[in-house]
T-cell receptor, first 109, second 118 residues
């Protein structure tokens, strides 16, 4: 079973920031938070991952709360091409990934 | 970097035939690859873990004699669906684990193979 909880769907206006929340209250000390997204009929795309510090790359930012029980993926300027299902997964990195149902993000003009 | 390819991207076959799907890590070596299956409107379900040079580990409920996995090199894993039936029609996706990350591994996914069994 997936160890994360995400909203089923979210909407975002093009050009605005998309903030996708994820709850992982049972996360272990050695587990990372990984984010992937899946655009229709494609394989999942790696976005970012982190342990306890906030992380940023060219795609997104990951904010992890101090108690590590939740996190937020931030797409700073959403575009129509960011419409996808976003998956938040906790894993040690050496384990298999267990996908939940994710958040379906719809970016509209 | 970290590109994973799959071939073919789409295959249609007759019931009873076998289909082989290839998964390649193009710019890194992967001692471990994973095979997932995704039915319409559902999430990805892990089928098996493929380790280079050893037998694959199958998830509960996945028939190892039906879904043959071979991980013959550090850049190639194959999934063969034997005696395919219409219920095997699905989107098959592989991933490869990149060990070069800082402190943790990252899995990178292939683009998927759409299998349709008539």
């Amino acid at each position: 079973d997936a160890k994360t909880t995400q909203p089923t769907s979210m909407d975002c206006a093009e050009g605005r920031a998309a903030n996708l929340p994820c709850n992982h209250s049972t996360i272990s000390g050695n587990e990372y938070v990984y984010w992937y997204r899946q655009i229709h009929s494609q394989g999942p795309q790696y976005i970012i991952h982190g342990l306890k510090n906030n992380e940023t790359n060219e795609m997104a930012s990951l904010i992890i709360t101090e108690d590590r029980k939740s996190s937020t993926l931030i797409l700073p300027h959403a575009t129509l091409r960011d419409t996808a299902v976003y998956y938040c997964i906790v894993s040690t990195g050496f384990q298999k990934l267990v996908f939940g149902t994710g958040t379906r993000l719809l970016v509209s003009p | 970097g970290a590109v994973v390819s799959q071939h073919p991207s789409r295959v249609i076959c007759k019931s009873g035939t076998s289909v082989k799907i290839e998964c390649r890590s193009l710019d890194f070596q992967a001692t471990t690859m994973f095979w997932y299956r995704q039915f319409p409107k559902q999430s990805l379900m892990l089928m098996a873990t493929s380790n280079e040079g050893s037998k694959a580990t199958y998830e509960q409920g996945v028939e190892k004699d039906k879904f043959l996995i071979n991980h013959a090199s550090l850049t190639l894993s194959t999934l063969t669906v034997t005696s395919a039936h219409p219920e095997d029609s699905s989107f098959y996706i592989c991933s490869a684990r990149d060990l070069r990350g800082k402190g943790s591994d990252t899995q990178y996914f292939g683009p998927g193979t759409r299998l349709t069994v008539l």
